[in-house]
């Protein structure tokens, strides 16, 4: 049987592995610093030492440790022909970033970002739309995440989370960088970004809370970026305006609708009565699992990660710099 090592096996860890259970056939290795009492399910091993669990031979590995150790232990795995798929984000600086990405090339692994809400219905739609050119020249994009951190893992104490630790690699900017990855997937390159992070509320956290950015994308569509985590209820939009009409996603409702300027009414694009959030961390895995498959780069491989994470970078060095900044 097949092999999947499973780096870090926290939230995310543990959902990837349920779905790895359900929906592959993979044995699955886990690495991990606790100790697991009960195990069983037969289709999976606990391992402590890295050196141990890589005799396995394992073809693939799920890094989704805290954000700050992805790099040393990706690395690891890419000079053992493993193929990877990264947690977002793929790190919380760029070191050692080129060192990956050239053995990740000379090895020719197959990778993919962790980035689940490039598989959900409504961003993939409006992906389509702007592809297909229905909202003509594209001017501007706004979008919108907020939710509140407390909630994220409610069993745990979130002040201890990486999420809430500035040396794990957490803070709102890194840890939401979905709406920077899709933006990155609908327009490209960023030229210019502004921003403002820092810590807002109340929360004890020892990173920064908002994000507040605004881009120029290389194709001259101008941006705005809201994010946070001290706010209730969890939501997120992204309204998208053009020469043709606007196009907007509501995340309440998990609807994509666009007024047109020709018919003057709003077009209703995709409205999804019930969707699990589930689903899109199962789509993402059986595409990267065939990717691997059939040797196949995926749409999202580690250069998008660290595009993505480059745009992170400047935004919170234009926030200490209280400047716009230009990205090469
Ligand atoms: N794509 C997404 O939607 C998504 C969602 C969540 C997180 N992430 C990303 O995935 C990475 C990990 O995030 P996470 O939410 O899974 O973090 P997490 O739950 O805090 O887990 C991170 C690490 O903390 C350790 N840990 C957690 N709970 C533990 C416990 N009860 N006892 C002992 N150790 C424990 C685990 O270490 P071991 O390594 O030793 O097991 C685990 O790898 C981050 O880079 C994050 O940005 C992505």
Known sequence: MKKILIVGY???????????LE???????ILTKRKIKNNKETRIRYFDSLTNVLKEKPEIG????????????????????IHLFIEKPLSNSIKNIQKLQKIVNKNKLITQMGCNWRFHPCIKKIKSIVEKNEIGKIYSVQVESNSYLPDWHPYE???KGYAAKKELGGG??????????????????????????KKQSQLEVNTDDISIMILKFKKNILGEIHLDYFQRPDFKRCKIIGSKGTLYWDSSINEVKFYSNNKKKWIKKIKLKKY?????????????????K????????????IKTLEISLAAKKSSAQKKMLKIN
Not at 23 to 29: A, D, F, Q, T, V
Not at 180 to 193: H, M, P, R, S, T
């Open 10 to 20: 926290g939230s995310i860890g543990r959902r990837h592995v349920k779905n790895l």
């Open 23 to 29: 929906y592959s056939k993979y044995e699955i290795l």
């Open 62 to 81: 799920f890094i989704t440790n805290e954000t700050s150790f992805h790099i040393e232990i990706a690395i690891k795995l890419a000079k053992k022909n």
């Open 157 to 159: 104490d979130y002040r």
């Open 172 to 197: 709102i900017l890194l840890t939401c960088i979905h709406e920077l990855d899709f933006l990155y997937w609908y327009f490209g390159k960023v030229e210019e970004i502004f921003s403002v992070t």
């Open 276 to 292: 699990e959030k589930n689903q899109m961390y199962i789509d993402e895995i059986l595409y990267f699992l065939k990717s691997v």
């Open 294 to 305: 059939n040797k196949k780069k995926t749409i999202n491989p580690i250069n998008d990660g």
